[in-house]
């Protein structure tokens, strides 16, 4: 029996132990939750920070863009009221009076049409030969040289088509 009591109390002294290592485990534990739930307090309070910041960030950058439009609007303004004094100043002969590129367009429009009047008149030029040939078919140079190349072509094709209709 007294070995059973042993058996007993040491058992008892290993359960304490046990006992003992689990609750410094768990207050370890209880230590590190703690702690991670106050850095979470801490992140979520700079979160918070972050948020109202970017806000009055976003708020800022809408107010500057205002001011930089504005500024462009009274720079256009400004240019404009030079650009027409300037005008008033100078000569007539030195005004600008277009732009580069309406320059540019008026140039190509009129390339345009000396094109087009040209292909117009090559086209009158041709219709007017035609007209020519068939009213008058003598007066066209080289016609008698043209009358005798078709008059030997005449015979040759003759002979050429007897031919194949007797083959």
């Known amino acids: 029996m007294s070995k059973e009591v042993e058996n007993l109390i040491l058992e008892n002294t290993e359960l304490l132990a046990t006992k003992n290592a689990l609750n410094v485990v ?7 939750v703690d702690e991670l ?49 300037d005008e008033d100043e100078l000569p007539m002969a030195q005004r600008k009076r277009f732009t580069r590129v309406e320059m540019a367009r008026v140039l190509m429009e009129r390339n345009q049409y000396k094109e087009r009047l040209m292909e117009l008149q090559e086209a009158v030029r041709w219709t007017e030969m035609i007209r020519a040939s068939r009213e008058h078919p003598d007066l066209l ?22 031919e194949d209709s007797s083959a």
């Open 37 to 85: 739930t106050s850095e979470q307090e801490i992140l979520r309070e700079e979160m918070e920070s972050c948020r109202l910041m970017k806000e009055k960030m976003k708020s800022r950058v809408a107010e500057l863009e205002d001011e930089v439009r504005k500024f462009r609007e009274a720079h256009e303004l400004e240019k404009q009221k030079i650009s027409t004094e």
């Open 141 to 162: 140079p080289g016609s008698h040289s043209a009358k005798k190349k078709s008059s030997i072509w005449n015979f040759f094709g003759d002979l050429v088509r007897n």
């Open 26 to 32: 768990k207050d370890d534990l209880i230590a590190k």
